[in-house]
């Protein structure tokens, strides 16, 4: 069976004082419940777990009564840093989960064929994330203000999410990052960390995450241009 974990643990502190962007409204509904339908109507995910900051599970119970999601899932606490929130949703899935995909709560726009691309491309290689290529020139700046040098752009790509493994994978990935004690705000690192490969899946369509008040309008333009939406 293949399982979604949505981290909805985080704080969000770059929207600003008291704004919990995952309940924001976009596009007649707020963001987190565009996220979990994407992933409740995906035919290739079985079970979705929703890992959640102290004092959220009501809210978030409340949410999937409203949407009438149809999966089944599994609300549970976060931990301290994202890894730890990535961690406790490990330890939720069924035991016949074989492959996981991790997603962004405040990613809304994934379309349910990258969710199957990744899927399919973990159970081959064994971790796989979504990704783009960059197509800014990039600079690089030691203190925030000079440039030191300018780099190879046909060589970069932003990841996204999901961020999908094979589940012994990442169980592995991640118990070596807390027994050094390391920090990893994305995933596919700590699989670098020991050595495995992950493949990049291409992400054609837009993919965005709500991170600033300014990714509002773009998001819900996305979002009204979709089917059922």
């Known amino acids: 069976m293949n ?24 596009a007649g509904r707020p963001v987190v419940a565009h996220t979990w339908q994407r992933f409740d109507r995906a035919e290739c995910i079985g079970e979705i777990i929703v890992v959640v900051r102290r004092g959220m599970r009501k809210p978030f ?10 999966k089944p899932f599994r609300i549970i606490g976060g931990g301290k840093e994202r890894q730890d929130s990535v961690w406790n949703g490990l330890e939720a899935l069924s035991p016949a989960t074989e492959i996981v995909a991790i997603q962004d709560a405040a990613r809304p726009c ?37 440039i030191q040098r300018t780099l190879d752009r046909s060589r970069l790509w932003s990841v996204q999410t999901p961020q999908t493994f094979r589940v012994e994978v990442i169980r592995r990935a ?21 050595g495995q490969q992950v493949r990049l899946v291409s992400s054609v369509a837009p993919n965005p995450k709500v991170t600033v008040p300014g990714d509002l309008p773009f998001i819900e333009t996305l979002l009204k241009g979709k089917i059922g939406f």
Do not use: N
Request: charge should be negative.
């Open 174 to 194: 991640l118990a070596d990052v807390r027994h050094r004690g390391l920090i990893f705000t994305d995933d596919t690192a700590a699989c670098e960390l020991i």
């Open 61 to 70: 119970l409340k949410l999937a009564q409203q949407y009438h999601f149809q």
């Open 3 to 26: 399982a979604a974990i949505l981290v909805a643990a985080g704080k969000g502190t770059r929207m600003g004082a008291g704004v919990d962007k995952l309940f924001l409204q976009v």
């Open 110 to 146: 994934t379309d349910g064929e990258l969710i199957a691309a990744t899927i399919r491309a973990a159970g081959e290689s064994g971790a796989a994330v979504a990704a783009q290529p960059v197509t800014d020139t990039v600079k690089e700046s030691a203190d925030g203000r000079f």
